[in-house]
Every structure is written in C-alpha cells, then in structure tokens.
C-alpha cells in the first residue's frame, strides 16, 4: 500500500514511519490541549487557603488535612500536570 500527501510541488510518496509520526503528533497535541484546559479548571476549583485574613493580621495557622471532595481536586491537579508536562516532554522529542 503507498500513501500519498499533499505538497506545493504535487503528491508526494511518505513512508509509514512518517503517518504514524504524524497521527502520534495530532493525539499529542490533543492530549496537551484538554490536560491544559483541565489542570487550569481544577486549579481555579481549588479553595485559597488563607484568603485576606493574612493581610489584616488575621493568621490562620490551624494545620487541616484535605478531606473529601477537596482531597480528589487536589490529586488530579497533580496527575494532569504530570500529564501535561509528560505529554509536552513526548511533543518535543517526537519533533526532534
């Protein structure tokens, strides 16, 4: 089977190597697009901590451990930032 793409000077003959290349950069670039959306949507869910309290004297030193909904936003930050820099990292040598 030969495949064919699309150039200025006509079609062109790519070897299998470079589609699968190609597919696996498209994916990449998806995979980056929706962790980013993602990871900034969780990261704008999270509660702030201390708020203004500080800025009035008001120190809020009490140590509380994330329970619940709060400790579930928390870990998938950190997994799609992992993926998202993962993904970026796989982007980059892909190219080289």
Do not use: C, W
């Not at 064919?4 to 006509?10: L, N, W």
């Not at 809020?60 to 993904?87: D, H, W």
């Amino acid at each position: 089977m030969t495949l064919f793409t699309h150039t200025p000077q006509g079609l062109t003959k790519i070897s299998r190597s470079d589609m699968l290349i190609e597919v696996m950069n498209k994916i990449i670039n998806i995979i980056q697009l929706v962790s980013a959306l993602a990871l900034i949507a969780a990261i704008l869910i999270q509660q702030r901590g201390s708020g203004l309290g500080g800025v009035f004297g008001g120190d809020n030193s009490i140590y509380r451990t994330k329970r619940g909904a709060e400790k579930i936003i928390f870990i998938a930050t950190i997994i799609l930032a992992v993926l998202f820099i993962g993904a970026s990292l796989a982007a980059v040598f892909l190219n080289k």
